[in-house]
Protein backbone atom coordinates (compact mmCIF):
# COMPACT_ATOMS: atom_id res chain seq x y z
CA UNK A 1 0.00 0.00 0.00
CA UNK A 2 2.84 2.46 1.08
CA UNK A 3 4.61 1.21 -2.56
CA UNK A 4 1.76 2.20 -4.31
CA UNK A 5 1.54 5.51 -2.24
CA UNK A 6 4.63 6.66 -3.31
CA UNK A 7 4.23 5.35 -6.99
CA UNK A 8 1.06 7.75 -7.31
CA UNK A 9 2.59 10.90 -5.51
CA UNK A 10 5.98 9.87 -8.05
CA UNK A 11 3.85 10.06 -10.67
CA UNK A 12 1.62 13.26 -9.73
CA UNK A 13 5.28 15.45 -9.14
CA UNK A 14 6.21 14.31 -12.48
CA UNK A 15 3.20 15.75 -14.27
CA UNK A 16 3.52 18.33 -12.59
CA UNK A 17 7.00 18.85 -13.52
CA UNK A 18 6.18 18.30 -17.33
CA UNK A 19 3.22 20.78 -16.92
CA UNK A 20 5.71 23.31 -15.60
CA UNK A 21 8.45 22.74 -18.28
CA UNK A 22 5.69 22.80 -21.04
CA UNK A 23 4.72 25.98 -19.64
CA UNK A 24 7.93 27.72 -19.90
CA UNK A 25 8.76 26.32 -23.00
CA UNK A 26 5.51 28.31 -24.22
CA UNK A 27 6.56 31.26 -23.02
CA UNK A 28 9.97 31.27 -24.24
CA UNK A 29 8.30 30.53 -27.52
CA UNK A 30 5.89 33.16 -27.19
CA UNK A 31 8.44 35.47 -26.30
CA UNK A 32 11.14 34.76 -28.82
CA UNK A 33 11.80 36.86 -31.56
CA UNK A 34 9.73 36.27 -34.58
CA UNK A 35 11.59 35.94 -38.24
CA UNK A 36 11.55 39.41 -40.27
CA UNK A 37 9.73 38.66 -42.93
CA UNK A 38 11.46 40.76 -46.22
CA UNK A 39 9.36 40.92 -49.42
CA UNK A 40 11.60 40.60 -52.96
CA UNK A 41 9.26 42.41 -55.27
CA UNK A 42 10.61 42.38 -58.84
CA UNK A 43 10.54 40.59 -62.03
CA UNK A 44 12.28 37.88 -63.23
CA UNK A 45 15.57 38.52 -61.91
CA UNK A 46 14.21 38.30 -58.27
CA UNK A 47 11.39 35.38 -59.46
CA UNK A 48 14.84 33.49 -60.16
CA UNK A 49 13.96 32.19 -64.11
CA UNK A 50 15.07 29.00 -65.14
CA UNK A 51 16.65 28.25 -61.59
CA UNK A 52 15.14 25.98 -58.89
CA UNK A 53 14.24 27.69 -56.20
CA UNK A 54 17.13 27.06 -53.63
CA UNK A 55 18.99 28.86 -56.63
CA UNK A 56 16.83 32.28 -56.86
CA UNK A 57 17.56 35.78 -55.32
CA UNK A 58 15.09 35.09 -51.91
CA UNK A 59 16.52 32.06 -51.20
CA UNK A 60 20.25 32.93 -51.29
CA UNK A 61 19.83 36.35 -49.92
CA UNK A 62 18.27 34.29 -46.86
CA UNK A 63 20.57 31.86 -46.35
CA UNK A 64 23.50 34.52 -46.66
CA UNK A 65 21.40 36.79 -43.74
CA UNK A 66 20.92 33.52 -41.83
CA UNK A 67 24.54 32.92 -41.88
CA UNK A 68 25.05 36.45 -41.00
CA UNK A 69 22.93 35.55 -37.67
CA UNK A 70 19.81 37.27 -39.14
CA UNK A 71 16.81 35.76 -38.37
CA UNK A 72 14.33 36.39 -41.36
CA UNK A 73 12.15 34.92 -44.37
CA UNK A 74 12.88 36.33 -47.49
CA UNK A 75 9.34 35.64 -49.67
CA UNK A 76 9.38 35.46 -53.06
CA UNK A 77 7.44 38.02 -54.83
CA UNK A 78 9.07 38.42 -58.42
CA UNK A 79 6.87 37.72 -61.60
CA UNK A 80 9.07 37.15 -64.86
CA UNK A 81 8.01 39.44 -67.46
CA UNK A 82 6.77 41.84 -65.03
CA UNK A 83 6.83 45.98 -66.06
CA UNK A 84 6.52 48.59 -63.47
CA UNK A 85 2.93 48.99 -64.39
CA UNK A 86 1.95 44.91 -63.88
CA UNK A 87 3.81 45.49 -60.41
CA UNK A 88 2.02 48.25 -59.33
CA UNK A 89 -1.20 46.35 -60.00
CA UNK A 90 -0.58 43.46 -58.24
CA UNK A 91 1.26 45.28 -55.23
CA UNK A 92 -1.76 45.11 -52.96
CA UNK A 93 -2.33 41.38 -52.95
CA UNK A 94 1.28 40.23 -53.20
CA UNK A 95 2.29 41.64 -50.08
CA UNK A 96 1.52 39.68 -47.71
CA UNK A 97 0.12 40.87 -44.39
CA UNK A 98 2.73 41.68 -41.66
CA UNK A 99 5.79 41.95 -44.02
CA UNK A 100 8.58 43.79 -42.70
CA UNK A 101 10.54 45.76 -45.41
CA UNK A 102 11.09 45.60 -48.76
CA UNK A 103 13.58 44.84 -51.75
CA UNK A 104 11.70 46.40 -54.79
CA UNK A 105 13.59 45.54 -58.09
CA UNK A 106 11.23 46.36 -61.24
CA UNK A 107 12.17 48.77 -64.30
CA UNK A 108 14.15 46.34 -66.83
CA UNK A 109 11.39 45.35 -68.80
CA UNK A 110 10.02 48.40 -69.33
CA UNK A 111 13.65 49.71 -70.48
CA UNK A 112 14.07 46.67 -72.76
CA UNK A 113 10.43 47.35 -74.34
CA UNK A 114 11.78 51.22 -74.93
CA UNK A 115 9.09 52.63 -72.68
CA UNK A 116 8.94 56.02 -72.27
CA UNK A 117 11.19 56.43 -68.80
CA UNK A 118 8.33 58.80 -67.39
CA UNK A 119 5.90 55.39 -67.38
CA UNK A 120 8.33 53.92 -65.30
CA UNK A 121 9.42 56.77 -63.01
CA UNK A 122 5.49 57.45 -61.94
CA UNK A 123 4.64 53.55 -61.58
CA UNK A 124 8.12 53.22 -59.40
CA UNK A 125 7.08 57.11 -57.58
CA UNK A 126 3.57 55.39 -56.65
CA UNK A 127 4.65 52.13 -55.41
CA UNK A 128 7.24 53.79 -53.15
CA UNK A 129 4.08 55.72 -51.81
CA UNK A 130 2.46 53.00 -50.73
CA UNK A 131 5.03 51.05 -49.21
CA UNK A 132 5.49 54.37 -46.87
CA UNK A 133 2.29 54.58 -46.53
CA UNK A 134 2.31 51.12 -45.12
CA UNK A 135 5.04 51.91 -43.24
CA UNK A 136 7.63 49.29 -44.64
CA UNK A 137 11.54 49.79 -44.95
CA UNK A 138 12.50 49.73 -48.22
CA UNK A 139 15.62 49.02 -50.52
CA UNK A 140 15.25 49.84 -53.94
CA UNK A 141 17.44 47.91 -55.97
CA UNK A 142 18.14 50.40 -59.30
CA UNK A 143 18.51 49.24 -63.23
CA UNK A 144 20.21 50.71 -66.26
CA UNK A 145 19.34 51.18 -69.96
CA UNK A 146 21.31 49.79 -72.10
CA UNK A 147 22.95 52.21 -74.65
CA UNK A 148 20.57 50.92 -77.93
CA UNK A 149 18.14 53.19 -76.67
CA UNK A 150 20.62 56.43 -77.14
CA UNK A 151 22.04 58.63 -75.03
CA UNK A 152 18.76 60.52 -73.99
CA UNK A 153 17.45 57.44 -73.04
CA UNK A 154 19.81 55.89 -70.94
CA UNK A 155 20.02 59.35 -68.95
CA UNK A 156 16.45 59.51 -68.00
CA UNK A 157 16.47 55.98 -67.42
CA UNK A 158 19.14 55.91 -65.24
CA UNK A 159 18.14 59.22 -63.27
CA UNK A 160 15.25 57.15 -61.90
CA UNK A 161 16.39 55.15 -59.09
CA UNK A 162 18.65 57.91 -57.27
CA UNK A 163 16.20 60.70 -58.20
CA UNK A 164 13.04 58.82 -56.28
CA UNK A 165 15.28 57.15 -53.80
CA UNK A 166 16.20 60.63 -52.02
CA UNK A 167 12.27 61.70 -52.82
CA UNK A 168 11.07 58.63 -50.61
CA UNK A 169 14.31 58.48 -48.48
CA UNK A 170 14.69 55.09 -49.09
CA UNK A 171 17.85 53.56 -49.56
CA UNK A 172 19.22 52.36 -52.82
CA UNK A 173 21.47 49.50 -53.87
CA UNK A 174 22.40 51.49 -57.39
CA UNK A 175 22.72 48.22 -59.99
CA UNK A 176 20.66 45.04 -59.15
CA UNK A 177 22.87 43.60 -61.67
CA UNK A 178 26.58 44.93 -60.83
CA UNK A 179 29.45 43.00 -61.73
CA UNK A 180 27.46 40.63 -63.82
CA UNK A 181 25.82 41.78 -66.34
CA UNK A 182 29.03 42.22 -68.78
CA UNK A 183 30.12 38.88 -67.63
CA UNK A 184 28.93 35.32 -69.53
CA UNK A 185 30.07 33.89 -66.70
CA UNK A 186 27.39 34.96 -64.52
CA UNK A 187 24.59 34.72 -67.62
CA UNK A 188 22.33 32.16 -68.70
CA UNK A 189 22.50 31.63 -72.65
CA UNK A 190 20.24 34.32 -73.17
CA UNK A 191 22.62 36.91 -71.82
CA UNK A 192 20.30 38.47 -69.74
CA UNK A 193 19.13 36.47 -66.81
CA UNK A 194 21.75 35.06 -63.73
CA UNK A 195 23.04 31.62 -63.14
CA UNK A 196 23.08 30.67 -60.08
CA UNK A 197 26.51 31.52 -59.71
CA UNK A 198 25.31 35.02 -60.98
CA UNK A 199 22.84 35.37 -58.26
CA UNK A 200 25.30 34.09 -55.74
CA UNK A 201 27.42 36.50 -56.57
CA UNK A 202 24.17 39.83 -56.83
CA UNK A 203 24.19 38.31 -53.35
CA UNK A 204 27.50 38.65 -52.20
CA UNK A 205 27.59 42.55 -53.42
CA UNK A 206 23.92 43.87 -52.05
CA UNK A 207 24.26 41.72 -48.92
CA UNK A 208 25.79 44.85 -46.72
CA UNK A 209 22.50 46.71 -48.25
CA UNK A 210 20.22 43.91 -46.97
CA UNK A 211 21.70 43.01 -43.53
CA UNK A 212 21.31 47.81 -43.03
CA UNK A 213 17.92 46.89 -44.15
CA UNK A 214 17.12 43.72 -41.61
CA UNK A 215 18.65 46.21 -39.05
CA UNK A 216 16.65 49.17 -39.69
CA UNK A 217 13.24 47.20 -39.86
CA UNK A 218 14.20 45.18 -36.73
CA UNK A 219 15.05 48.26 -35.13
CA UNK A 220 11.48 50.07 -35.57
CA UNK A 221 9.85 46.54 -34.85
CA UNK A 222 11.53 46.33 -31.89
CA UNK A 223 10.28 49.89 -31.00
CA UNK A 224 6.84 48.83 -31.73
CA UNK A 225 6.60 50.83 -34.50
CA UNK A 226 3.75 50.82 -36.75
CA UNK A 227 4.91 48.78 -40.15
Given amino acids: MKTKHLSNLLRSILLILAASLASIGNVW ?22 LPRPDGFPAQLQVALEA ?49 P ?3 RANLDKMLGIFKTKGMDVLLAGMRATTNWGDVYKTSFDAIYPDLAAKHTVALYPYFMDGIRADPA ?3 ADGLHPTAKGV ?10 AE ?15 R
Fill in 29 to 50: ADSAPKPLTIVAFGDSLTAGYQ
Fill in 212 to 226: ALVKKASARVAAGKS
Fill in 118 to 120: TVP
Fill in 186 to 188: FLQ
Fill in 68 to 116: KGYKVRVVNAGVSGDTTAGGLERLDWTLQDGADAVILELGANDMLRGTD
Fill in 200 to 209: AEIVKRILPD
